[in-house]
């Protein structure tokens, strides 16, 4: 893990407490350390880190440096350093800080993955601008004696990891997209027959397999990926995925399978897909479409034959044929399913395309 520390050269303590983190975080990542904004905006530009760690923030170059964070998909951590004290946010606030807000510090808090604070007042007058949730004490070993820098480097360390397990897809290169979709497949079929390309080889490091079983653990697809390891032989590493913490979107809900919603009991296939349709329907207005519910559709359509001319009408006559078509242009991205099995032929169009982004970005901060 990569970490790029940008603090203000002016202040000492920071200036210190950057040091002391650095020293102290041992082996478990690589942090680097600059005070000049285009140096700043340099690293971001010519090497990947995955956090960019800022403290203090009435910096105007801030707005630049996390403009060059977000475009090279690197995700923030903010530690204001009682610079968001409320005697501080009132001090010169029309003249200064009031501008800043409006430009860059607003938009800052809410886009960093996590805020850690070192004291309840700064908290409490956080809490109540509301601009983020994902807030954290953690306490200055420089300024108080009930902690030491390496607590203080361990509970730093646990929340830039915690901020590496969250949104996985995000994460996630094309190679490794590929072999979660082939997963997804093999999962779901049980057989390497149905894989369009050769299988892929199984992820070579553990962070990717982190990666892969974070991501499924938390989209709450964990059998359908098991069953899929073990269709394609891949050994996987005993990791404990339950006991990893992560960050979820602010009104997050946890989704509910199809069959807990609508039930079991239809008088035949076509009245079961229908009412899938309608619910999967309410789901996307709702912003609330998950994989998990496509994976669920799928294995529908292909475990269970239907009267395809008559759910076509019954779509049709309930103003879902389209809405059908846009979900199985989503499921052949997702699940792989094939045209064979669609009960109406794929639709791409803008729609599509958001019902798409909804199921990337279930899990986004």
Not at 9 to 28: N, P, R, T
Not at 99 to 112: G, N, R, T
Not at 231 to 257: C, N, Q, R
């Amino acid at each position: 893990m990569r970490i790029l520390h940008f603090f203000p050269k002016e202040d000492c303590m920071i200036s210190e407490y950057v040091a002391m983190l650095h020293e102290s975080m041992g082996l478990e990542c690589s942090n680097e350390m600059v005070s000049e904004a285009k140096d700043a905006q340099q690293n971001l530009r010519s090497s990947h880190y995955d956090i960019l760690h800022i403290h203090g923030c009435w910096n105007g170059s801030l707005y630049f440096i996390v403009r060059q964070a977000i475009k090279s998909g690197t995700r923030i951590v903010l530690s204001p350093h009682g610079h968001m004290e409320p005697w501080v946010m009132k001090d010169n606030y029309w003249n200064e800080k009031l501008p800043k807000q409006l430009l860059y510090l607003k938009k800052l808090v809410q886009q960093s993955y996590a805020v850690i604070i070192q004291g309840k007042m700064e908290e409490e007058y956080m809490r109540r601008l509301g601009w983020n949730e994902r807030m954290v004490i953690i306490k200055n070993a420089i300024i108080t004696h009930t902690t030491n820098k390496q607590e203080m480097a361990r509970e730093t360390f646990r929340i830039y990891r915690k901020v590496m397990d969250s949104n996985q897809l995000e994460l996630m290169d094309e190679e490794m997209r590929a072999t979660l979709q082939q997963l997804i497949i093999t999962g779901i079929t049980g057989n390497l027959q149905w894989l369009i390309e050769e299988p892929h080889t199984a992820p070579d490091t553990l962070e990717k397999w982190r990666l892969l079983l974070c991501y499924a653990h938390q989209e709450r697809i964990t059998d359908i990926i098991k069953h899929g390891i073990q269709v394609m032989k891949f050994d996987a590493p005993d990791l404990d995925v339950e006991k990893i913490d992560f960050y979820l979107p602010a009104g997050y809900e946890t989704p509910h399978s199809i069959e807990s919603v609508i039930g079991i009991s239809f008088v035949s296939e076509n009245e079961r897909l229908l009412a899938t349709f309608k619910h999967l329907k309410k789901l996307v207005l709702r912003n609330k479409l998950a994989i998990m519910h496509l994976i669920e559709l799928d294995k529908e359509l292909r475990l269970h034959e239907c009267e395809e001319d008559k759910l076509y009408e019954k779509l049709n006559e309930h103003h879902l044929l389209n809405f059908a078509g846009r979900l199985m242009q989503v499921m052949q991205d997702y699940t792989g399913i094939t045209e064979g099995f669609m009960p109406v032929p794929p639709l791409d169009d803008r729609i599509t395309k958001r019902i798409r982004q909804q199921v990337e970005n279930h899990l986004r901060i």
